[in-house]
């Protein structure tokens, strides 16, 4: 398995945002979102390390951290995975994907929640979307909506309310880091009366510098 980076940070998004996790950030990834702040892991040819899944797990094992994050790029991708979350029935996993791929089969455990993104129209790969993985979302995973303009968070509120995602999973929208003033998202939840939904900020690029990696 191609892991770009392994880490001990907290996680900067999402229900556990604020909270420590070991991250598994996997090399490769199916999109090229306009806005993407993990590119480097795009590239499968280079600086990666060969991983098993019993040497991945050996490294979330010495950390002491009971929560996993598993990330890219887009893990789905990986040939081994469903090998790794077998060996990993003692954690709390969270596994952030693109939501270009279905999740389904990787549901096999109680212990594995997804963090699931829709593409909106500014990130240029919203054509990519696996539609059906809207309808299979639970209650213990999240949907995460980029936004990077007024255009992408009307695309949001249209997607959220055609599927319901608000009754059935836990929503979050989170603004381009200097594109989009969380401001204005705010006023549009409280205008609209969007009390189900939460805006999150990206705490990693708050707390260090904003292009520092392992964090």
Known sequence: MKVIEKFISIDGEGPTAGALSVFIRFAGCNLRCAWCDTSYAWDTTQGYEELTAAEITDYIKSTGIEHVTITGGEPLLQSGLIGLLSRL????????????IPTEQFRIGKNIHFVIDYKL??????????????ASARANDAYKFVIASERDLDRAIEIIRKYHLDSTTQVYLSTV???????????????????????????????WEPNMRNV
């Open 121 to 134: 129209p500014d990130s240029g790969m919203e054509d990519r979307m696996h539609l059906p993985n809207l």
């Open 177 to 207: 880091f200097g594109k989009m003033e969380p401001a204005k998202v705010v006023e549009r939840m409280k205008k609209e009366k969007l009390c189900s939904l939460k805006i999150q900020l990206q705490l990693h690029k708050y707390i």
């Open 89 to 100: 029935a003692d954690y709390e996993i969270h596994i952030e994907t693109n939501g270009s």
